[in-house]
């Protein structure tokens, strides 16, 4: 199969995206890092936890949520333990398994560090764009999301 180029329009849109999403998760993580001591991967870990029922999730849930793997996702869990806002626990009913719930401490970090984060993301991303261009911005991310969950990767 040819290979599909990018022509120069395409190929500077796609520099402009690519640069527009790293700077923008650059930014949100250093300025939670710099607020409240954590970055913005650990933020998006205890908003999940919030968000179920009891504060708890499977681990292999927690890491499909997040769009982790799960080693990766252990190691922060393991990271958030050491500060007391998740713990570990076993899951009874399957030696392998495991739950991470977060803490009454977690809850108030997240609670200190949701203010900072959404005005950032008002602030780099929703501020800067007029009505239309925000609900395009929607209609774009819910068609790529939908593509990419719904595509296996390639081999």
Do not use: K
């Amino acid at each position: 199969m040819a290979t599909r180029w990018l022509d120069d329009d395409e190929q500077a849109t796609w520099r402009a995206f690519l640069a527009a999403t790293q700077l923008l998760m650059d930014r949100l993580d250093r300025e939670l890092q710099s607020a409240v001591g954590f970055p913005h991967a650990y933020y998006q870990i205890m908003v999940r936890l919030s968000e179920a029922p009891e504060r708890t999730m499977r681990m292999s849930d927690l890491a499909e949520r997040c769009h982790s793997s799960r080693s990766r996702l252990s190691h922060a869990v393991s990271r958030l333990e050491e500060n007391g806002w998740v713990r570990r626990q076993a899951v009874a009913a399957d030696r392998r398994g495991a739950v991470a719930v977060l803490t009454d401490a977690g809850l108030a970090a997240l609670e200190e560090a949701a203010p900072i984060h959404v005005e950032g993301v008002r602030r780099h991303l929703f501020d800067q764009l007029d009505a239309a261009q925000l609900e395009a911005l929607g209609a774009i991310s819910r068609r790529l999301y939908g593509h990419l969950e719904s595509t296996p990767m390639a081999g």
